[in-house]
C-alpha cells in the first residue's frame, strides 16, 4: 500500500491503524531473518501508537497527514527510551534519552515508528557491510549489498517491510541504496531538515532523507519532517513547500541539465538509460540543455577528506569517559584511550586515522585547507549551471548492486560508489535517486535529479514525470 492508499483506508474505516502495523509487523518478521534491514523491532509500542490513532479516529478528532503509516528509522535516529547504536559495538548500550526533530514530526503527524534499520557503522561506508549487526541483503538479489549507509532503510521499503524509512546522506547514503534496491530516495538541500537528535558523522555534510516505494509518498514524508529547528542552528527559516501540490501537468518550460563529460567512461547500460531518461523528460516538454560543472570531478576527494576530518573530531567524544565503551582493567590513561576505542569497526578507524591525518599541523592547509576552498569553487560551479537550468540529470551510480563480499579487497572501489552523488552533499544541493531501467543482471538503475538549495519542489517534479514514463 501506498502512504495514501493507508491513510485513506483509516479515514474512511475500511482498515484500522492497528490492522495495517499488524500486517507490516508480519511482514517484517517473515522478511527480515533473510533480508536483515531491521536491527529491532519496535511491537509493543507500535501497536500502542496504531491504538492510540483508532481511538483518536473514534472520537472523531482529526487525524495527521501520515496517520497509522508504518515508518522505520535508521539507528543512527534518537528515539526516546529505545536504542540508538549507529550499528556499532561503541555504543551497544546507548538509550536515547530525547527523541529527534524527525522523530518529533512523524509522531505529530500520526506515524507509526516500527523499528530501528540497518546501517553501515556509524554512517561509514557503501554497502551496509560494516554494520556490527550483520550484512545487509538486497531484496532484489539477495547476494548482493543494498548500497550503504541507510541499506537497512532501503531495503525494508524495497521488501514491503515498510512503506517509508528515514536513512541520513552524507555522501549519497540514501540515494545509492535506494538506486540499488529500485525505490525513490530523496536528500534536501542542507539546512531544510533538522539535524537535531542524529547522531553526527560529518556535521557540515550529514543530512536526514527519505527512501520511499514512489515520488508521491517521498515528498509526502519530506513535507512532514522539513522546516526550520531551534534547536539545530543550520537548519534554514524557509517556508515548506506542499510538495504534491507542485506536480505539474508536464514538463513545458522545465530546463534539464545534462553536465559535461558525465557519462564518459561511464557503464554502457547504465549511460543508455540515462540517455534514454533524457528523451523521456524531453517528450514531456523539457528543454535539455549541456552544462559545465568542470570542478565536480574533484567531489570525491574533497568529500572523502572534510569528512574524514569531521568524523575524526565528532567521534572523539566516544572516549569512554562521556561516552562509548569503558575499558575495564586499563593500566594507565594510554592503556586506557587504546582499550577504550577497541570497539570501533575497521571501516571507522580507517577515516578517523585519514582525518585526523588531514587536520595535523604539518598538512591542514595541504589537505583540509585546500579541500574546503576546493568545495567552495565546486559549490560556485553548480550555482552557475543552476542560474541556466532547474535540475540537473546524472547517474545515481557507477554501478548498480554488486556481490556482497565482491570490492572488500578494493576500498577505493567501494569509496567511487558515491562518484556521482557526494557532490550533492559537497554543493549542498537538494538531490532525488528514481528507478529508471534495469541492467542485463536485472538489476534496477538509478537515475538522479540534482536541483538548487530549498527547491526540492523542482526535483520532486522532475522525478515524478520520469516515474510516469517508465
Given at each position: 500500500m501506498t502512504i495514501s492508499e493507508i491513510t485513506q483506508a483509516i479515514l474512511n474505516g475500511t482498515q484500522t491503524a492497528e490492522e495495517i502495523t499488524r500486517y507490516y509487523l508480519a511482514q517484517i518478521a517473515q522478511k527480515n531473518p533473510q533480508i536483515n534491514a531491521f536491527v529491532e523491532v519496535f511491537e509493543a509500542d507500535a501497536l500502542a501508537q496504531a491504538k492510540a490513532i483508532d481511538a483518536k479516529k473514534a472520537r472523531g478528532e482529526k487525524l495527521g497527514v501520515l496517520a497509522g503509516v508504518p515508518v522505520g528509522i535508521k539507528d543512527n535516529i534518537l528515539y526516546k527510551g529505545h536504542k540508538a547504536t549507529c550499528c556499532s559495538k561503541m555504543l551497544a548500550n546507548y538509550t536515547a534519552a530525547y527523541n529527534a526533530t524527525v522523530v518529533e514530526k512523524l509522531l505529530a503527524a500520526d506515524a507509526v515508528i516500527i523499528g530501528r534499520t540497518n546501517m553501515d557503522e556509524f554512517a561509514m561506508g557503501s554497502s551496509n557491510q560494516t554494520s556490527v549487526c550483520g550484512v545487509v541483503h538486497n531484496?532484489?538479489?539477495?547476494?548482493?549489498?543494498?548500497?550503504?549507509?541507510?541499506?537497512?532503510?532501503?531495503?525494508?521499503?524495497?521488501?514491503?517491510?515498510?512503506?517509508?524509512?528515514?536513512?541520513?546522506?552524507?555522501?549519497?547514503?540514501?540515494?545509492?541504496?535506494?538506486?540499488?534496491?529500485?525505490?525513490?530516495?530523496?536528500?534536501?538541500?542542507?539546512?531544510?531538515?533538522?539535524?537535531?537528535?542524529?547522531?553526527?558523522?560529518?556535521?557540515?555534510?550529514?543530512?536526514?532523507?527519505?527512501?520511499?516505494?514512489?515520488?508521491?509518498?517521498?515528498?509526502?514524508?519530506?513535507?512532514?519532517?522539513?522546516?526550520?529547528?531551534?534547536?539545530?542552528?543550520?537548519?534554514?527559516?524557509?517556508?515548506?513547500?506542499?510538495?504534491?501540490?507542485?506536480?505539474?501537468?508536464?514538463?513545458?518550460?522545465?530546463?534539464?541539465?545534462?553536465?559535461?563529460?558525465?557519462?564518459?567512461?561511464?557503464?554502457?547500460?547504465?549511460k543508455a538509460q540515462v540517455e534514454k531518461a533524457a528523451q523521456q523528460l524531453k517528450a514531456q516538454g523539457a528543454e535539455l540543455v549541456e552544462v559545465d560543472v568542470p570542478l565536480a570531478k574533484y567531489s570525491a576527494p574533497c568529500y572523502y577528506i572534510i569528512t574524514s576530518a569531521e568524523a575524526s573530531s565528532n567521534l572523539g567524544r566516544y572516549d569512554g569517559i562521556r561516552y562509548g565503551y569503558?575499558?575495564?582493567?586499563?593500566?594507565?590513561?594510554?592503556?586506557?584511550?587504546?582499550?577504550?576505542?577497541?570497539?570501533?569497526?575497521?571501516?571507522?578507524?580507517?577515516?578517523?586515522?585519514?582525518?585526523?591525518?588531514?587536520?595535523?599541523?604539518?598538512?591542514?592547509?595541504?589537505?583540509?585547507?585546500?579541500?574546503?576552498?576546493?568545495?567552495?569553487?565546486?559549490?560556485?560551479?553548480?550555482?552557475?549551471?543552476?542560474?541556466?537550468?532547474?535540475?540537473?540529470?546524472?547517474?545515481?551510480?557507477?554501478?548498480?548492486?554488486?556481490?556482497?563480499?565482491?570490492?572488500?579487497?578494493?576500498?577505493?572501489?567501494?569509496?567511487?560508489?558515491?562518484?556521482?552523488?557526494?557532490?550533492?552533499?559537497?554543493?549542498?544541493?537538494?538531490?532525488i535517486s528514481v528507478p529508471f531501467g534495469k541492467d542485463e543482471n536485472d538489476l534496477p538503475i538509478g537515475v538522479q535529479f540534482y536541483g538548487p538549495i530549498l527547491q526540492e519542489e523542482k526535483i520532486l517534479n522532475a522525478a515524478y514525470h520520469l516515474e510516469k514514463a517508465k
Open positions: 531484496p532484489v538479489d539477495t547476494t548482493r549489498v543494498p548500497g550503504g549507509s541507510s541499506g537497512g532503510s532501503a531495503a525494508a521499503v524495497a521488501a514491503g517491510m515498510v512503506p517509508a524509512a528515514l536513512g541520513t546522506d552524507t555522501g549519497g547514503s540514501v540515494r545509492q541504496p535506494a538506486g540499488f534496491c529500485g525505490i525513490v530516495g530523496i536528500k534536501p538541500g542542507y539546512g531544510r531538515i533538522s539535524r537535531y537528535g542524529v547522531i553526527a558523522f560529518a556535521s557540515s555534510a550529514d543530512q536526514v532523507g527519505v527512501l520511499a516505494g514512489n515520488v508521491a509518498d517521498a515528498a509526502t514524508v519530506m513535507e512532514v519532517i522539513s522546516g526550520k529547528d531551534t534547536h539545530d542552528s543550520t537548519s534554514i527559516e524557509s517556508p515548506v513547500p506542499h510538495y504534491t501540490q507542485e506536480f505539474t501537468a508536464d514538463l513545458k518550460g522545465v530546463k534539464v541539465g545534462m553536465p559535461k563529460g558525465f557519462l564518459d567512461g561511464l557503464n554502457p547500460t547504465i569503558a575499558a575495564p582493567n586499563a593500566q594507565g590513561l594510554a592503556d586506557y584511550y587504546e582499550k577504550s576505542r577497541a570497539p570501533f569497526g575497521l571501516e571507522v578507524k580507517k577515516r578517523i586515522i585519514i582525518g585526523t591525518y588531514a587536520l595535523t599541523s604539518e598538512r591542514y592547509e595541504e589537505c583540509f585547507l585546500k579541500a574546503m576552498k576546493v568545495r567552495e569553487l565546486i559549490r560556485d560551479d553548480f550555482k552557475k549551471a543552476f542560474s541556466k537550468v532547474d535540475v540537473i540529470l546524472t547517474p545515481t551510480s557507477p554501478t548498480t548492486a554488486f556481490k556482497i563480499g565482491q570490492k572488500d579487497d578494493n576500498p577505493l572501489s567501494l569509496y567511487l560508489a558515491d562518484l556521482y552523488t557526494c557532490q550533492g552533499n559537497i554543493g549542498g544541493l537538494a538531490g
